[in-house]
């Protein structure tokens, strides 16, 4: 893999040209005291949701707070959208958002309402195997592309490679789209989760669309 790429890294407020990005809005059940590097401590706020479909479908959030303020509430909605910073890949796999990247919202619209619990993924990759998905006759044609992410660990505080499937209809995205979905292609996503995978350790997300990045190989 070409890694020849700019990265920022300040706090857990990181920048990776291939990571892996999340938004959606949700409420903050509860706050988690207590995690700490050095000498600085942080504060976390976590909220889980459950996405239809799938296996185990909670997927937890928690915003880190390292500003000492005390703005963030628990039972509010909250608007995230940012990088997301992996807790060692564990199998509950917490997905963690900078306090920058947290926005409050009300819950009084239609449009609110929608979007509430509803996960968007937005990120880079390099799509390392790429399958056929279908499980029966006349049920669409469904393939599944594994994409590895480059994801900022907080806990070893290091860049780890982070792998996620993409479940993609053919027939809705057309033969020409599709055909970027092949191994070593470096592209752009955009999906919503539709499902939390325990067994296998990684997320599925439905395909919205993508585009192919030139700027990047695979070696």
Not at 10 to 29: A, P, T, V
Not at 110 to 125: D, H, K, Q, W
């Amino acid at each position: 893999m070409n890694r020849a790429i700019r990265t920022h890294q300040k706090g857990i407020r990181q920048y990776e040209q291939m990571s892996l990005q999340c938004g959606g809005i949700f409420r903050l059940d509860k706050e988690i005291i207590g995690f700490r590097r050095g000498d600085k401590m942080r504060v976390a706020y976590q909220s889980e949701t459950v996405v239809e479909g799938g296996l185990i479908t909670h997927i937890p959030f928690a915003i880190i707070d390292e500003s000492g303020g005390t703005e963030l509430q628990v039972s509010k909605y909250y608007r995230l959208q940012g990088v997301i910073a992996m807790d060692n890949f564990t199998a509950r796999q917490r997905l963690f958002l900078h306090r920058e990247s947290v926005a409050a919202v009300s819950k009084t619209t239609a449009s609110v309402e929608a979007l509430t619990n509803s996960v968007t993924f937005i990120g880079r990759g390099v799509v390392v195997s790429y399958n056929d998905a279908n499980s029966g006759p006349d049920k669409g044609d469904y393939h599944v592309a594994c994409v590895k992410h480059w994801q900022w660990d907080i806990t070893a505080l290091e860049w780890v490679d982070f792998t996620a499937e993409y479940l993609c209809d053919v027939d809705v995205l057309g033969k020409e789209k599709a055909a970027l979905l092949r191994d070593g292609n470096a592209l752009e996503l955009t999906g919503h989760a539709i499902s939390w995978s325990d067994w296998r350790g990684g997320w599925i997300i439905k395909y919205c669309e993508y585009a192919n990045h030139d700027g990047y190989s695979a070696e």
